[in-house]
């Protein structure tokens, strides 16, 4: 496997960038000024409380929140990033990601919206050769948060990093305030749109079980915390699920000296074909936003109930291990602290443990995001729009948002929200909405530039009225009147 180009034994970004990246570089500036990236800024300057109004306010400098501020870039609007991240720290990477590598292919171009010298393969080989891509399976995950902090760099995005949002409000007047915590200070905002680029856990946050709240709190943990593991060296570990983020955290307690790793499984086996990938084509791509309600749903929800196996290598990393135990067909039923151990109850009988991590994913939860309390109760759900056929019931579908095709919340019938449809979500919940083009890398560039063009067309119609004034008052000649002679009509009608 091809080693980070900087050192991942302590997630640091790279201290400095290689020697064949100049190269790189200068062949990216040919390229965008061929295609004549970024447009000259167009939208029309605003202030408020003396401070400029910028045109879109981007929550979440991951991969997706770099995608959408870079394709907003380009098409000449104003952009500001905010993430309470450190910088080089964004997105789950480094922080709560454990896998050793991505699951995406390679070859994929993910976030370099359609310009080659921006992919990661040209970042890579720019470094490492054409013989070491070739040799490359999958992308190791460290490295992949290298190219992304050389995504940012590269294209001078504005994010503020240590930037806390803590309230959006949405206003009748075109703007959207939002108000942040950042420096030991509180600061205000305004912008004209806001996009929630807040990834997978996208409106809430991790899911547990009601029952785990119960427990002691150092006795457990979401497979999406930040911990450090080597806590758990000698300890008895239950992992719940079977999924990848499972395999990663089963992997990397192993890997810090776990005595056992028990994994509980609900299912009598392991999901094994990835659906959702066999869906995928520009056409799912596209077409997904298309489809009546009824078919949204149901692709949806069968790709939900069929689930999306562990990564192969993620499972043997688990396997090799003579001290990790797969427990199939063991619904984990709930559990209490007796005896100094978790005394956990599953569908297969009692089990005794140090410590018990849940890989169960994440939940629509608006009280996980303090910051949307102004507009949760106020934004239409699928619930609201839809009743799925028998069988077909599913909470996870039913809590998404209702949103409308420009990625916008749209308010519940009988809600007075103005000003609500100015924020637009451009996260993982949007997925049955849209389809999945807001956070996974197949697409993310697709879904970065629909969304880049539709509040192009936004911020426009708004200011309609501005722009066909300034169009009255463009005056720059293209012909000056001496490129040619009058001469009148001959009197005899001859030529």
Not at 23 to 44: G, I, K, N, S
Not at 458 to 486: C, K, N, S, T
């Amino acid at each position: 496997m091809i080693e980070p180009s900087a050192p991942s034994t302590d997630n640091a970004p790279a201290a400095g960038l290689a020697a064949g990246l100049p190269a790189l570089e200068q062949r990216l500036a040919y390229e965008m000024a061929c295609l004549q990236l970024p447009a000259p800024r167009w939208t029309l300057p605003r202030a408020h409380a003396g401070q400029p109004v910028v045109d879109v306010a981007v929550i979440g400098a991951g991969m997706a929140g770099l995608a959408l501020a870079a394709a907003l870039q380009q098409r000449g609007m104003t952009v500001a990033i905010y993430d309470e991240s450190p910088a080089g720290f964004e997105g789950p990477w480094v922080t709560t990601a454990r896998m050793e590598t991505l699951r995406s292919p390679k070859q994929l171009a993910g976030p370099a919206l359609g310009i080659p010298s921006l992919t990661f393969r040209a970042w890579f080989e720019a470094q490492f050769g054409r013989a070491a891509w070739d040799a490359l399976d999958k992308i190791p995950r460290v490295q992949w948060m290298d190219y992304l902090r050389w995504y940012r760099q590269v294209l001078a995005l504005q994010v503020h990093n240590g930037h806390r949002v803590t309230d959006i409000w949405p206003r009748a007047d075109g703007l959207v305030e939002l108000r942040m915590a950042a420096g030991g200070r509180g600061i205000a905002v305004w912008a004209r749109r806001v996009v929630l680029a807040t990834g997978r856990a996208g409106l809430g946050g991790p899911w547990v079980p009601d029952w785990a709240q119960a427990l002691p709190s150092a006795s457990w943990s979401h497979s999406a915390d930040e911990m450090d593991y080597a806590r758990l060296r000698g300890l008895r570990v239950g992992v719940v699920g079977a999924g990848a983020s499972a395999m990663d955290s089963a992997g990397t307690a192993l890997e810090h000296g776990a005595a056992r790793v028990h994994l509980l499984v609900r299912r009598p086996d392991i999901p094994r074909i990835n659906k959702g990938k066999g869906a995928g084509s520009p056409g799912f791509v596209h077409g997904h936003g298309r489809l009546p309600d009824a078919w949204k749903w149901r692709v949806r929800h069968y790709i939900h109930v069929q689930q999306v196996p562990p990564p192969r290598n993620s499972t043997l990393r688990v396997s090799r291990h003579a001290n990790a135990f797969f427990h199939l067909g063991c619904a984990v039923q709930g559990a209490q602290w007796a005896d100094g151990a978790l005394q956990v109850a599953t569908s297969a009988g009692p089990i005794a443990l140090d410590h018990l991590i849940f890989a169960t994913g994440f939940a629509v939860d608006w009280s996980q995001r303090p910051m949307l309390r102004h507009i949760a109760g106020q934004v239409r759900l699928w619930r609201d729009r839809h009743a799925p056929a028998p069988g077909q019931e599913n909470a996870e579908l039913s809590a998404s948002p209702d949103l409308g095709p420009d990625f916008e919340f749209r308010a519940r019938d009988g809600v007075d929200a103005p000003g609500l449809d100015r924020i637009h979500c451009f996260a993982y919940p949007a997925a049955l909405s849209l389809g999945v083009i807001t956070g996974d890398i197949p697409a993310i560039s697709e879904g970065a530039v629909r969304l880049a063009q539709s509040l192009a067309g936004l911020l426009y119609a708004e200011d309609i009225e501005a722009h066909f004034a300034r169009m009255q008052a463009y005056a720059e000649p293209e012909v000056f009147g001496d490129e040619w002679v009058a001469s009148p009509l001959p009197g005899d009608g001859s030529r």
